[in-house]
């Protein structure tokens, strides 16, 4: 089972940016592909974005043309770089193996938490 530990979090103004690791064990990793999630308080779960073993990527149509997935399968770590923030892009993000773009398909991290403030 692939184990995940997500970074990068922190707090930024509206318009700012951050990049987000997800650092996962597991020889199996250049295999999977690989999601984004994320969850807002009194809120559920959201998929946000996820990137194929090949490098073929999807995103939500809030995040659209704002984050960008990508993968080094060398050092095993799924990255989100997250540019023009909103305020409602606070929240707790995590990362997962995935199935179908959007199935989560492993055991939670502890996430990483967003916040933006206006």
């Known amino acids: 089972q692939v184990q995940l530990v997500e970074s990068g979090g922190g707090l930024v103004q509206a318009g700012g940016s951050l990049r987000l690791s997800c650092a996962a064990s597991g020889s199996i990793f250049s295999i999977n592909t690989m999601g984004w999630y994320r969850q807002a308080p009194g809120k559920q779960r959201e998929w946000v974005a996820a990137?194929?073993?090949?490098?073929?990527?999807n995103y939500a149509d809030s995040v659209k043309g704002r984050f960008t997935i990508s993968r080094d399968n060398a050092k095993n770590t799924v990255y989100l770089q997250m540019n023009s923030l909103k305020p409602e892009d606070t929240a707790v993000y995590y990362c997962?193996?995935?199935?179908?773009?959007?199935?989560?398909?492993?055991?939670w991290g502890q996430g990483t938490q967003v916040t933006v403030s206006s």
């Open positions: 990137i194929t073993s090949g490098g073929s990527t």
């Open positions: 997962n193996t995935v199935a179908r773009w959007v199935v989560p398909l492993g055991s």
